[in-house]
């Protein structure tokens, strides 16, 4: 588009600059005539008395120079009234270019309003009820197309986006305003128009009044432009940050247009609209996508759930299953192996007979076995009760010190076999204990024992202390240790440290397991510490039950 009415400059043949001029020549040629028409009157006046001087007397000489002076002063009276007349001329002349020029900058000044009101209105459309709320980028593009050719007035408002790798231009919408139709699809390779868009970079708004000529844009001259009858481009960068995401091209069609510069800010903020919802688009996308992995995730957490529920219902099973096995075994084994104690208890006492010393060492060997076996049977009983909920605690008042006396008197045989010690150790009096003393009895028991099996020589030391509200029970040994790595394993059920075939030390692997659980079931716990090849500490913490109900 050419140059509008209100960019065009003021024209010295309008009708009012016309006008006045012709009323500025009438008021300067009436004195003129006037001044012409008196001095040919003076002059044949003058004529004739000159004509007639020789015959008059002196005294018409007198009236003749009078006559003169007249025609001088008149002549230079008209003289000025001429100069006056010019300056009034140019005056007027100078008011009518006055006038026009301010007419001029009025109408120029009304068509600038006209476009920021357009262009704030299309702004104030975009950012308060259109491109910001639309989470659909289609619809959000058509917007602002749409409201961009508007403002403008222009033939076509396109949005590009470039590739990831910054090679290739996708067209995302194009808008022709002509045929109020919307299109999308293809592409335009960064390679084939270097100058294009090295200026783009380093700009806020590409103008090119003249495109086909400009030669930032004339690469586009012959296969673009010309098809599509375009002269005029104004192109805005899309960006995210420092980076150039996209672009947003207004295109004329028709006589070269000028783009004036509130015309090149309103791309600039179309652009920058464009750039805010092309990241709504892509943090909605990324919404989705989460959501839909989320949901996804859910969705196998409840299953995995469910088959972890089941699994665990049927391990509960099991379990009582188990328990339920374990003690129903366990009190048909103790039955015939009661028998078997009383049995051959009897005969040791030689009540059926004296025996021999083979003999002798024979039954005591039947014996001690079968009173491993019921300790083990008992264990198990335990051990199924506390699982299933049916243990008791039977608590009543005694003293530590003769718990710890019955334990080492319990394994006194079995520190005979070894070049061992095992004593007690009690630094100051004991309170009174309220809890049950035959767990304690059995978990200390089980330290003990332990101590002994894995110490060939040194010393197994029992230590009781009173701390506060709870009371401290340490079983000490100089054996062998425990590795780090095995650590974690010591309260493990029926797990030993030497798994192995061939290990070296006997036992079913339940003692610390049980240990620990009667503890916890007496409010308490068990912690276990080791250097290896140095020795082991146990530590039972107990309440003392002071205080409860009795």
């Excluded at 002059?43 to 009078?66: D, H, I, K, N, Y």
């Excluded at 098809?227 to 960006?239: C, F, K, N, Q, Y």
């Excluded at 672009?247 to 920058?272: K, M, Y």
Aim: with cysteine.
């Amino acid at each position: 588009m050419g140059k509008t009415r209100d960019q065009a400059g003021p024209s010295a043949d309008s009708p009012r600059s016309a006008a006045g001029e012709r009323r500025a020549g009438r008021r300067l040629y009436a004195p003129l005539l006037i001044t012409v028409v008196l001095g040919l009157v003076f002059m044949g006046l003058g004529f004739f008395l000159v004509r007639e001087l020789t015959q008059l007397p002196w005294a018409a000489w007198s009236v003749a120079t009078c006559l003169l002076l007249m025609f001088a002063v008149t002549s230079s009276f008209l003289g000025s009234s001429l100069r006056r007349t010019q300056r009034s001329q140019r005056m007027a002349g100078a008011l009518a270019q006055e006038i026009e020029s301010r007419e001029h900058s009025e109408r120029s000044l009304r068509a600038s309003e006209a476009r920021l009101e357009r262009q704030t209105a299309a702004l104030m459309a975009l950012t308060g009820e259109r491109v910001i709320r639309f989470l659909d980028l289609r619809r959000a593009m058509q917007e602002l197309t749409e409201r961009a050719a508007w403002a403008l007035g222009v033939a076509r408002v396109s949005v590009w986006r470039f590739s990831d790798d910054q090679t290739k231009l996708e067209c995302l919408e194009i808008y022709e305003s002509d045929q109020d139709r919307h299109s999308v699809g293809g592409e335009l390779s960064v390679a084939e128009y270097p100058a294009y868009f090295q200026a783009l970079r380093g700009c806020w708004a590409l103008a090119a009044d003249d495109a086909r000529n400009d030669p930032r844009t004339s690469e586009f001259d012959s296969d673009y432009l010309v098809p599509l009858g375009i002269t005029s481009m104004l192109d805005a960068p899309v960006r995210r940050g420092a980076q150039l995401v996209g672009i947003v091209c207004h295109e004329h069609i028709g006589p070269a247009r000028r783009w004036t510069l509130d015309e090149q800010n309103f791309a600039g903020s179309v652009a920058d609209l464009a750039a805010l919802a092309l990241e709504i688009a892509q943090h909605e996308q990324a919404r989705r996508m989460l959501e839909a992995a989320r949901e996804d995730l859910e969705g196998r957490v409840a299953e995995r759930t469910r088959e972890l529920q089941e699994a665990n219902q049927r391990l509960k099973e099991l379990d009582r299953l188990k328990s339920e096995f374990l003690a129903t075994m366990s009190h048909e084994l103790r039955t015939p192996l009661n028998s078997i104690i009383g049995f051959t208890g009897i005969l040791k006492q030689g009540i059926a007979g004296e025996l021999n010393a083979e003999q002798h060492k024979q039954i005591s060997m039947v014996y001690g076995s079968a009173k491993h076996l019921l300790t083990l049977i008992n264990d198990l009983l335990d051990l199924s009760r506390i699982e299933s909920g049916r243990a008791e605690v039977q608590r009543e008042p005694f003293r530590c010190e003769e718990v710890i006396a019955e334990v080492i008197a319990s394994l006194a045989p079995a520190v005979a076999e070894r070049t061992l010690k095992l004593v007690s150790d009690i630094p100051a009096p004991l309170p009174e204990v309220w809890s049950d003393r035959k767990r304690i009895f059995q978990i200390l028991l089980n330290l003990a024992h332990n101590g002994v099996k894995f110490t060939e020589e040194g010393e197994v030391r029992i230590r009781c202390v009173a701390r506060g509200e709870t009371l401290e029970f340490h079983v000490m040994d100089t054996g062998i240790g425990i590795k780090p790595e095995n650590m974690a394993l010591l309260f493990e059920a029926f797990r030993q440290v030497d798994g192995s075939a061939r290990r070296r030390y006997e036992g079913a692997g339940l003692g610390l397991h049980l240990s620990r659980r009667l503890a916890e079931l007496l409010g308490g716990d068990i912690r276990a510490e080791s250097e290896y090849g140095k020795g082991s500490r146990f530590t039972l913490t107990l309440p003392l039950g002071v205080g409860e109900n009795r």
